[in-house]
């Protein structure tokens, strides 16, 4: 049945390969648009009379292989699109109205920045010399103000106030921001793709998974005993049937396998769009699309590269203190025994 499968495969613009075979069984891994696969699932199970199964997840976004198609067939003009229009919008009497790219220069209430600079200034230019740029100032604000936006409210603007107030504004802002770098941190690690983002655990995962999970976890736990942060280690569980949520602690650490249909990935994402406002979360993972969503989601990131290197960097950073505080207290130890030997010595001398 690999033959059909690889042709249909083809014919649904995706590619794929051998990755595995074990016996009568081979494995084919590739991708392929979402659109043309949808419910090829039941085909393969269909002509492989049951012993056939597909496994899909997402990839990510690429150029669609029917653009042409499908921009035909939405049928979108943007020159119709008020919502997002092409041109500039200008207001008058209340109201706005569109103005193309061509004509903007005649509705224009002052002089463009791209506009080309005067004779005389090109002069000065040239000899080298050079020219003050021309700023606009608060009085020549306060006239645009009132012929445009305060055109119909008959009020008047008052600019110095205004900037005072947006100074004061500023200030309450960053004390604000302030107060919220306190906030308690939590790290959350997407653990199979840290696994296999890592050479030694991935050489290891080949051999015993968990024997590659449990040194995660201990790397983690160091790393927790140090920065004394909340590190929340996620891995795949979705592929069990009627798994439920597991969550557990290891150390001082938790562990979290989700629940049959959700992925590392979407715990990841829900933990951080409900918690970004509360904690500080940071992401650690080395996939494209997670780290796009993260990112939009405000929260911070670390690749796999640059959590190990963190990790290092710590441990290497907490073993110097250690040795550091060790001959720190050697030395004072030898300063009291010499000090007790001289005490002694002058005790003798005098009983002499």
């Known amino acids: 049945m690999v033959g059909r499968a690889m042709k249909d495969i083809e014919k649904m613009q995706g590619t794929c390969e051998i990755t595995q075979t074990d016996g009568e069984m081979i494995t084919l891994t590739g991708s392929g648009p979402v659109v043309t696969m949808r419910n090829y699932q ?16 997402l990839k990510g976004y690429a150029p669609c292989h029917n653009a042409e198609e499908v921009i035909e067939k939405i049928g979108y003009d943007s020159e119709r699109d008020i919502e997002n229009p092409t041109g500039s919008v200008f207001c008058a009497h209340g109201a706005g109205f569109l103005v193309s790219w061509d004509e903007v220069k ?19 230019v040239i000899e080298g010399k050079s020219y ?8 020549e604000i306060d006239q645009i103000l009132n012929k445009t936006f305060y055109a119909n409210q008959g009020e008047k603007s008052v600019w110095k106030k205004r900037k005072t107030a947006r100074e004061s504004y500023y200030e309450s802002t960053q004390i604000r921001s302030k107060l919220n770098e306190v906030r308690e941190e939590y790290l959350l690690v997407d653990g199979y793709n840290i696994i296999y983002a890592w050479e030694d655990l991935k050489e290891l995962a080949d051999l015993n998974m968990d024997g590659a999970r449990i040194k995660l976890l201990d790397a983690l736990c160091n790393y927790q005993g140090i920065r004394k942060c909340q590190i929340i280690a996620v891995f795949d569980a979705y592929r069990v049937q009627g798994h439920r949520t597991e969550i557990m602690d290891y150390h001082n650490i938790h562990v979290v396998y989700t629940k049959e249909a959700e992925t590392a990935d979407h715990y990841i994402e829900k933990f951080a769009h409900i918690h970004k406002h509360q904690y500080t979360v940071t992401v650690a993972t080395s996939d494209g699309l997670e780290q796009v969503i993260i990112r939009g989601a405000g929260c911070r990131l670390l690749s796999a590269r640059e959590l190990k290197m963190e990790i290092e960097y710590v441990s290497q950073k907490a073993l110097e203190n250690y040795r550091a505080t060790q001959v720190s207290e050697r030395n004072l130890l030898s300063d009291a025994l010499s000090e007790d030997l001289k005490e002694r010595m002058e005790s003798l001398r005098k009983g002499e």
């Open 42 to 57: 039941k085909e393969v199970i269909a002509y492989t009379k049951g012993h056939g199964r597909l496994f899909c997840s």
């Open 106 to 124: 005649d509705y224009m209430h002052i002089e463009s920045c791209l506009a080309p600079i005067k004779e005389e200034k090109m002069d000065e």
């Open 132 to 139: 003050e740029e021309e700023w606009i100032g608060l009085d």
